[in-house]
């Protein structure tokens, strides 16, 4: 079964084809970045304006990177949320459209779910249940994955999302957008142990696994006057050391859910799953397994999209073309709340 997935949730404008929630037979990622850097963040109406003018032309590329014809499609997919309302709208509608012409099945699925599912494109070894760790510009989730659409929240952000604090420090230090990328590659000339920032003091009831980047945000925007001041430092080791501590953040409340659950297995997902220190950081838990997407699938991509509709299909669901998009996580529940 051939499904076309479409994915416009910020942005990425991307289309994939996926046979069997499996073998990835094209995968189309264009990205807007050039055109929201100016502003060091991405503008939501310039996305859905960029999402309108170019999906036809990917979808289109999709398609002949996979030789195929529409009629090769089986069925077709798209993210319906969480993500920006305008341009999920865009990819939401002509997936709606695509199905309608070609009266074959249509499915809005939730775009978290997706990036949980993106490894699956590339093991087939990942047994349920695993922990989750989400991470992206717009969410920080930890998660107890039971199936594919059974993913109960254990942990998340109080305030910003992973990468949103990569991006905001970025901003701030002049660095430029987007900021995860670019403070990972500084920080391979950087010593992460150059500058102390802190971590935040969450560890105990509700807030056991949750993270809070406000306070490592603040102290390292403060930070920056301070060594302007001393005109010694060097920008790779403020990068640096800002990315150990981002990541710290992260691991102890992932690791502390590691051991409250006994899950040995550990699936990475979103944007920030690229960071090189996190990657290193987890893999060095030698009695975990962890397991990355590789970079191509950890950011906003529709192969993963296609991929999680399959699961779907195979259990005999779609959706109706009434089905809307939302700007909310929808599609996962919060562990004793
Ligand atoms: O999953 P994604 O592509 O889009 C969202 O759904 O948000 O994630 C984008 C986020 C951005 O905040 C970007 O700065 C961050 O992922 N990111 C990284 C790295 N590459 C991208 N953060 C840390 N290290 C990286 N290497
Ligand atoms: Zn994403």
Redesign the pocket.
């Known amino acids: 079964m051939n499904i076309l997935g479409i994915e416009t949730?910020?942005?990425?404008c991307a289309a994939s084809i996926v046979e069997d929630g499996k073998k990835i037979l094209s995968n189309i990622v264009t990205t807007q970045i050039p055109f929201h850097a100016e502003y060091n963040g991405v503008v939501p109406e310039i996305a859905s304006r960029m999402h309108t003018q170019w999906i036809s032309l990917v979808v289109k590329e999709a398609l002949d990177k996979a030789s195929m014809h529409p009629s090769d499609i089986d069925a077709v997919a798209a993210s319906a949320h969480p993500?920006l309302l305008g341009s999920l709208l865009v990819g939401l509608n002509f997936a709606k459209a695509f199905a309608w012409a070609r009266d074959i099945p249509f499915l809005a699925v939730d775009?978290?779910l997706a990036?949980l599912y993106a490894p699956m494109l590339e093991f087939d070894d990942i047994d349920y249940p695993f922990l989750g760790l989400l991470?992206?510009?717009?969410?920080t989730i930890i998660c107890r994955a039971d199936n594919f659409d059974d993913i109960r929240v254990l942990g998340t952000t109080m305030d910003d999302?992973?990468?949103?604090a990569?991006?905001k420090v970025?901003k701030h230090y002049g660095f430029g957008?987007?900021?995860?990328?670019?403070?990972?590659?500084l920080s391979q000339k950087g010593n992460p142990n150059a500058f102390n920032f802190p971590l935040p003091s969450l560890h105990k009831g509700n807030h056991k696994y949750d993270v809070s980047y406000s306070g490592l945000k603040t102290a390292a925007i403060n930070q920056l006057e301070k060594f302007r001041v001393a005109e010694t430092y060097d920008m790779h080791d403020i990068a640096a050391s800002f990315?150990k501590t981002?990541v710290e953040i992260l691991l102890r409340s992932l690791f502390r859910a590691v051991e409250d659950t006994g899950l040995k297995t550990i699936v990475a997902?979103?944007?920030?799953?690229?960071?090189?220190?996190?990657r290193a950081a987890m893999s060095e838990r030698k009695d975990l397994r962890v397991i990355f997407p590789s970079?191509s699938l950890?950011?906003?991509?529709a192969a993963m999209i296609a991929g999680l509709a399959y699961c779907y299909l195979a259990r005999g669901e779609s959706s109706s073309l009434r089905a809307t998009a939302s700007a909310r996580v929808k599609s996962f529940k919060r562990q004793g709340r």
């Open positions: 949730s910020c942005d990425e993500g775009h978290m990036h991470v992206s510009g717009g969410h999302a992973a990468g949103e990569f991006d970025s957008y987007p900021g995860g990328y670019i403070i990972d590659e990315q981002a997902g979103g944007g920030v799953a690229a960071n090189s220190y996190l970079l950890c950011g906003d991509n």
